[in-house]
Structure formats: C-alpha cells, structure tokens
C-alpha cells in the first residue's frame, strides 16, 4: 500500500514503531544534526565515512567537504574517541534524499548544506540499540558485536560494514508508516494478517528501495529463540514468506520481517487451550494415601465453612474492604465443588450464585475508567492509568469461568454480560511492539484473562468477543514464551542500559513503554534495585491449561526453572513456599510442579510430607490439596468449543490505543526550539539545562535554522506512528 499519509506536511520529525529510524523533513535548504551535544557532557561525532567513487572515505571533526561526491546517499557518523563516549560507540546511519552540497564536521553540530530543500533525512543507529565497545573493555559473556571495533576503521573501513551501511540505506528508502492488522479464527488456529503501509523515498542517486514488512519485535523474538536454539521447541506459528533479519536490536527485541511484501500471513495453532479443557476425574480405583488425606482436608473443611445458604460466608480476609483478595482465591472453591459431598455443593453453588449476583457482579464495588471497570483494593490502586487494579480487572474473568463453568450457572453470566466486558483491561495494554501486555511481570496474569473471556463469551453468543478473546490470547502466550527463553537475545547484545555486567540467569520480567522494553532482571542483577520483579513471576498463576501450553512448548526450560525454585525454596530464598500455598497470590511448589510438571503424587510428598503442611485459611489449603489430588489422577482433556469454519477478518488491537508512544530504538521530544533525539535508560554524563530529555542520554538537537523558535506539537497518524508538526 502507497503511502499518501505524508503528502500534505512540509516539515516535521517522524517516529514509528514500525521501523527503528527517525524521519526528519525540512524545506530549508540546511539541517543541523548532533546539535548541542555537549550540554549532555558528550562530544561530537568525529568521523563521518561516505561512499565517493573510489570508496568509502573520511571526514573528521572540523572538516568541511564542499560539494561531495557521494556514490550513495549514506552518511555513518561514529563517536568514537569523542568526550563522554568512553566505553561504547553508537555508530549513527543518515540517510539523504538529495545531494549535499556540503558537510561540515562543526563542534556545535553537523550541519549539511544543499542546493534547495534538504528533504527526507533518516537518522537511525546502525546497531540499533547494540553498542560497539571501546578497545580494552570487555565483557565476561560471548557478545555478537566482540569483533566490531569503530576506533579501527578510521586506519580501514571494513567491507562488511559497507554493506550493513547499504542495505539499511536501501531498508530506510521504504519506511513504514502503518501496520492494518486483522485476524480470524479458522478450526484450532488463529489466523493474523497484517497489510503495510510505507512511505517510499525517491532519492537523487536512483536507488531502489528494498520494502521490509516488520514483524512486531516481540513477536520477532520468539521467532528467533527458536531459530537460535535457545528453545527446545520453537513458537508454534508459521510465518508466510521467507524472514530477513537485518540484526537491528531494539529494547522490545531484533526488528526484522518479510521483504519485499506489502502484507504478511501467519497462522498460530494454539486455539486448542482455548476450546479444550483439562479436568482431573477421581478414579474407581483408590487415591494415593497422600492425595486421599489431602481430598478429605478439602471436603470437611469446605463442609465447616459453607455449613448453610448465605453467600457472607465466603469470606476469607476479614471482610469484604478486603474483597480484592478474596475474589481471587474463589476460583478453587468452584474447581473443589466435583469433589465435594451433595450437601456441601448445594450450599457452596447456592453461596457463590448470591455472592456472584449480589457482590462480583455489582459495579458500585469498582471505579469506573475509561471504557473499563478497575478492582481497587488494598495495595491494589491506580495512579492515573489501570495499573494494578487492572490487572485484578482481568483477573475477575478466570474467577467468574471457574463459577460458572464448575457449577452451570451461565444464566448469571449472560445476564451480567455487558458488565463482565467491562474487566477485559488486557487488550487496552497492549499494542503492536509490545504484542502482549505491558507492566505485567506476574505470569498468572498473562494469557489466562483472555482464555476464560474467550470462553465465556462462546456461552453467551458473543461471536465477535470470542474471537477477539482468542487473538488477545494468542498474543499473551508469546510473552510466556519469550519471557523463558528471551533473556538469551539481550544477554548476548549487552551492555543493556549500563555497563554493569548481566549475567546469564536473569529474566524478562515486564514491558515498559517509550523506548524502555523489556526490564530484566534476576538473583544478582542488576546490583541496585527496589524490587526484584523475577521473584513475583508465578504469582497468581493456576491455569490448568495455560500449563498445558507450558508442558507441550516449554517442558524442559520449566523443569529448569522449577527444580532451581525448589533449591531456593529449601533455602527460604524465594516467595514460593513448600508447605503452604496462597490462593490469590503466591502458588506453593506443590502447585506448580502440579500443574507444570505433572509430577506425580508420591514425588510431591517427598517435597512436602503431610506432617510440614501449613494450609491456612480454605482457600489457600484447596488450592494445595487440590493440587495433590490433581497429581494423583489421570487427567482428561475435555472439547468446550467445537471447531468452527473460517470466519471472517476483524481487526485487530487498533481500536483499543487511545495514547500511542511510537519508537523502538530512538524517542524523539519536542515541544518548543529544536526536537531532540534521546534513549530511555542511559544517563548522559551531566544532565543538561533548559532543554528537552535533559536527564536522558542524548544524541543532541536535529532540525533547521527556521527551528529554533518553533513551537511543536504530536500528531497521531495512525496506532504506529507520531509526528511532531
């Protein structure tokens, strides 16, 4: 699709998700790049290498070349050697659209000179977010840039880097602007197809632009854990067309895609925890003593507690100021209820029924924002966003399939129906970089909201929800999968966002928006921090067929992860306890090596005999019991959705990104003078006064002369892509 978004604007700075440069149009006849750097305690880039007629050559800081004879419309700028670029190097690529007339290497800035309007300039990093290393630093892991050294090539440009210099210039000759996503549902597979829209750039040297259809990054990083063999098992998705892989890093992951395509197919087999369900039938034949006496804790202590009709009687936390916890922990009191004698299912369906209709399902227990409702609660706020109570938001849904699933109670729900969408907050945080959600480090949180939305929405008719549901699942299990075995790609292209060194036992945790990505972090890194979010990974989690994926896709990196958690566990080193569980926060050891590893009964009792159990209020000890029990049996899978024909193509996340912040490698900031191009993390060796992204570190000003006083606003083209105008 030919872009007509641009036609109209005459001057502006351009940032998209979609493509890891910046693009800068001027009518003025001079730009001005690097502008300013000092103010940040930098220095200026001091070599500018470009491709003449007889090869790559070289201009240095306080050089001026007149009237150049670029082969190509490439300039690479390297920092190499300059004040404040001690240990690394950021190689900057500019790309022109017309001939200059001039360069010059000045140490307020690079300015460059042409014989009318300067254009379409794009700025991006050569590396992306990689950073070449100064000689003599070095790291103690086995880096992908360790040959890549920029203060040599000043004595002999190489080859390889020439061509990297080529093909992104020919890349950035076509960038896009907008990613039109749609998907559909077709048996056990959701399908996704995305058209693009680029913005081509005729230059003066004639070169043909070389179109690349991005895949989302963190979606390209599942894709290239499985190609890297950092998975046992790759992603299950298959991907029409062939892949290139530029090896741009980004915060989210690489940035790479389908070339020269305009649209992009993929189909995703994963429905199938969606439409099918595990339960866990008691056998003729009798249980494991262990698993026994942990069904009979269930039964006499659920019989005590729901000894009558009243739905008061369910709560666990002192009341309902504590209703954010309490909802949580109910879904086991409907999984017990096959379990349970007739007379205690009677009292707790009859309990949940009232409690569900007279409390979950009231909106004056939640604040309204935006579109949504938010569950607030003690130590669950909101601070002008969804932020946790969001979180709890989406939470409500596994709860409510569990009660109406376990006890048949769907007439509640299609009543209640218009209320219960209003706790789907998942697809409000998410977008298309980030593929899931963001701010989420809580594994429990992931994937499970839009499964059981999914399903409910199936019962009561909602054909558009339900498959909506399915797609904003699929997208969840890639943060899943990635946040196992994604860590590699980031270990290997450090350093991150400081020098400090990251070792190879750190997990993703969560997506931040700007350009932030994913925060990382484990046992030992980063040394200074205020909560180490790896140790709040399992929290929530109880999906029996979110674990089924986890078995089917990553059963070996969890037994890994599983077998060191019970090392920290024996050590009281880590929130998951042996002995006892938390139904709505913390699952036990005994849970988890449940449900993700199958492991039998008899080997969970050795973990945690009888005697060491500590099973707290019902709730929590249903939720350990249960797990015994579900070891002890042979599960069964079983169809709730039939598999239905091919439907038709919805679209997809759009709608739901009201406040998009577009970039992957470099954020721009502008509101008055020049704009100012800028990372997340890295702190510019001194903050600079009086101007934007001061604390951040800076690759200084851009723009032209008839800059300096402009005052600038952002224009949202589309969910992808902001301009500053």
Request: glycine share 6%.
């Amino acid at each position: 699709m030919r872009d007509s978004l641009l036609a109209q604007r005459a001057e502006f700075v351009l940032t998209t998700d979609l493509c890891p440069a910046v693009l800068i149009r001027t009518q003025e006849p001079s730009l001005h790049l690097f502008r300013e750097l000092r103010r940040w305690g930098l220095g200026m880039p001091t070599s500018c290498f470009y491709l003449s007629r007889a090869g790559v050559k070289r201009l240095t800081l306080g050089q001026s070349l007149p009237s150049p004879d670029l082969a190509q419309g490439w300039l690479l700028f390297s920092f190499a050697g300059s004040e404040g670029w001690r240990v690394f190097d950021v190689p900057m690529l500019v790309c022109l659209q017309h001939r200059p007339r001039e360069i010059a290497m000045q140490e307020g800035g690079v300015r460059l000179r042409f014989e009318r309007a300067a254009g379409d300039v794009v700025v991006a990093p050569l590396y992306g977010y990689e950073k070449p290393l100064q000689r003599g630093v070095s790291l103690p892991v086995t880096r992908r840039l360790q040959s890549v050294n920029t203060w040599e090539w000043r004595t002999g440009f190489p080859s390889e880097v020439r061509q990297r210099c080529e093909r992104l210039y020919r890349l950035w000759r076509a960038i896009p602007l907008y990613a039109q996503e749609q998907f559909a549902t077709e048996g056990d597979d959701l399908l996704l197809r995305t058209r693009y829209t680029f913005h081509t750039i005729r230059d003066e040297w004639g070169t043909t632009p070389l179109r690349l259809a991005p895949l989302p990054p963190t979606l390209a990083l599942a894709w290239l854990a499985g190609k890297e063999r950092w998975a046992q098992k790759p992603f299950p998705m298959q991907i029409e067309g062939t892949l290139t892989d530029p090896a741009v890093m980004t915060p989210y992951g690489p940035w790479l895609g389908v070339a020269d395509t305009e649209e992009v197919h993929i189909r995703f087999p994963l429905l199938r925890y969606v439409h099918t369900h595990e339960t866990y039938p008691l056998p003729e034949t009798p249980l494991h003593p262990i698993a026994q006496r942990a069904l009979q804790w269930v039964r006499q202590r659920l019989s005590e507690k729901f000894r009558r009709e009243d739905w008061q009687q369910i709560w666990d936390h002192g009341g309902a100021e504590n209703y954010c916890w309490q909802v949580m922990g109910d879904r086991w009191y409907a999984k017990a209820l096959p379990y349970l004698p007739a007379s205690t299912q009677q009292h707790l369906k009859s309990s949940l029924r009232e409690y569900m209709r007279e409390h979950v399902l009231q909106e004056r227990n939640y604040q309204p924002f935006r579109e949504v409702l938010l569950l607030v609660g003690p130590g669950i706020g909101t601070w002008g966003g969804y932020d946790d109570a969001g979180k709890f938001s989406s939470n409500l849904l596994e709860t409510l399939w569990c009660y109406a699933h376990y006890t048949g109670d769907w007439r509640t729900i299609r009543e209640r129906w218009k209320l219960i969408q209003r706790f789907f907050v998942t697809p409000y945080e998410c977008d298309w970089k980030s593929f899931g959600r963001y701010t989420i480090a809580e594994l429990g949180d992931e994937a499970a909201p839009p499964l059981y939305m999914a399903r409910m929405a199936y019962q009561v008719g909602d054909m558009d929800s339900y498959r909506f549901a399915c797609y904003v699942f699929v997208r969840e299990l890639v943060h899943h999968y990635i946040k196992q075995v994604g860590h590699h790609y980031f270990v290997q292209r450090q350093p991150w966002h400081s020098t400090e060194v990251m070792p190879s036992e750190v997990y993703l945790t969560n997506l931040w928006a700007d350009i932030a990505g994913w925060q990382i972090d484990g046992p030992t890194y980063p040394r200074v921090t205020g909560e180490r979010q790896y140790e709040n990974r399992w929290v929530r989690f109880g999906s029996e067929d979110v674990a089924r994926f986890y078995r089917d896709v990553l059963g070996k990196e969890i037994r890994g992860e599983m077998d060191w958690l019970l090392e920290q566990a024996r050590q009281n080193r880590t929130p998951y306890r042996l002995h006892e569980d938390t139904a709505h926060i913390a699952p036990s050891l005994v849970r988890l090596r449940s449900l993700l590893l199958r492991e039998p009964v008899q080997q969970l009792a050795q973990i945690s005999p009888p005697e060491r159990w500590q099973l707290g209020r019902p709730a929590d000890g249903t939720a350990f019991c249960l797990s015994l029990v579900y070891a002890a049996v042979k599960p069964v899978v079983h169809r709730l959705i039939p598999q239905g024909n091919r439907s038709d193509w919805q679209r997809g996340l759009e709608a739901y990104m009201p406040d998009p912040f577009p970039g992957l490698v470099l954020a721009v900031e502008a509101s008055r003078g020049y704009p100012v191009l800028r990372w997340w993390a890295w702190e510019p060796p001194q903050k600079a006064q009086g101007v934007p992204a001061g604390e951040r570190w800076s690759f200084g000003m851009v723009g032209s002369e008839g800059w300096r006083d402009r005052s600038w606003t952002a224009h949202r083209l589309n969910w992808n892509t902001v301009l500053f105008a």
